[in-house]
């Protein structure tokens, strides 16, 4: 499967983004998806995380409260809504697919996920 991550962009600290990551070659319900981003000079980390069912959840601690992962299967899209924003969000952001066999359960840990974006720019200012 191949991913496309768009809808980064400038904004101004406490503005919103959405990012989107569309799918292609495979059916985005057939993984668990996750989001992770990666700022200069820092390793990547784990942001969101939507079961292959849609049915669970799970957000870094930094984010939570702020962002919301959802799917739309139908439009073979995975989307981070991305609300409050902080200076410190600032940074590339990725789509991932992991093609676990649970419908239930999710990671957060990059290696675990078999598929990746090319990433979409973040940048939030103060």
């Known amino acids: 499967v191949q991913l496309q991550a768009c809808g980064g962009g400038l904004v101004e600290a406490g503005g919103s983004l959405r990012l989107s990551c569309a799918a292609s070659?495979?059916?985005?319900?057939?993984?668990?998806m996750g989001w992770f981003r990666q700022a200069p000079g820092k390793e990547r980390e784990f942001v969101a995380a939507?079961?292959?069912?849609?049915?669970?959840?799970f957000y870094a601690e930094s984010v939570k409260g702020r962002f919301t992962i959802s799917r739309d299967n139908a439009k073979n899209t995975v989307y981070l809504q991305m609300n409050s924003l902080k200076p410190e969000d600032t940074a590339v952001y990725y789509c991932?697919?992991?093609?676990?066999?649970?419908?239930?359960?999710?990671?957060?840990?990059?290696?675990?996920?078999?598929?990746w974006g090319q990433g979409t720019q973040v940048t939030v200012s103060s």
């Open positions: 991932a697919a992991d093609r676990r066999f649970s419908t239930v359960t999710v990671s957060t840990t990059a290696h675990e996920y078999d598929y």
């Open positions: 070659g495979g059916a985005v319900s057939t993984y668990a």
């Open positions: 939507i079961s292959r069912s849609g049915s669970r959840e």
